[in-house]
């Protein structure tokens, strides 16, 4: 069973930052591509970051480009995580932040979604 648990998300200010992580489990990480996506009320979905299996491609949401980093951790003995750091957050970046694994169509859309976590910006 595929499960997507986020955390990390929260209240920070404008220019301050934030790391959001994602543990993944049931299946093979390093097979599939995982990413973030978010949303705000009465918005589509937004494609924030995605990355390949084996990290040889990175996509990022233009709105994002320079300030957001997004990684995954594969080493043994630890839970398999994918991180999105936000740098320089601004106020329409406040959403809430979907961690999605398993690609199906590069890069924005996917097979499994977490509950996603809330990020508040404040000015």
């Known amino acids: 069973q595929v499960q997507l648990v986020e955390s990390g998300g929260g209240l920070v200010q404008v220019g301050g930052s934030l790391r959001l992580s994602c543990k993944v489990s049931?299946?093979?990480?390093?097979?599939?591509?995982v990413g973030w996506s978010r949303q705000v009320p009465g918005k589509q979905r937004e494609l924030v970051a995605a990355?390949?299996?084996?990290?040889?491609?990175?996509?990022?949401?233009d709105s994002v480009k320079g300030r957001f980093t997004i990684s995954r951790d594969t080493a043994k003995n630890t839970v398999n995580t994918v991180y999105l750091q936000m740098n320089s957050l601004k106020p329409e970046d406040a959403a809430v932040y979907y961690c999605?694994?398993?690609?199906?169509?590069?890069?924005?859309?996917?097979?499994?979604w977490g509950q996603g976590t809330q990020v508040t910006v404040s000015s």
């Open positions: 990355i390949t299996g084996g990290s040889r491609a990175i996509r990022y949401g």
């Open positions: 999605a694994a398993q690609s199906t169509s590069w890069p924005s859309e996917f097979a499994y």
């Open positions: 049931g299946f093979t990480f390093s097979d599939y591509a």
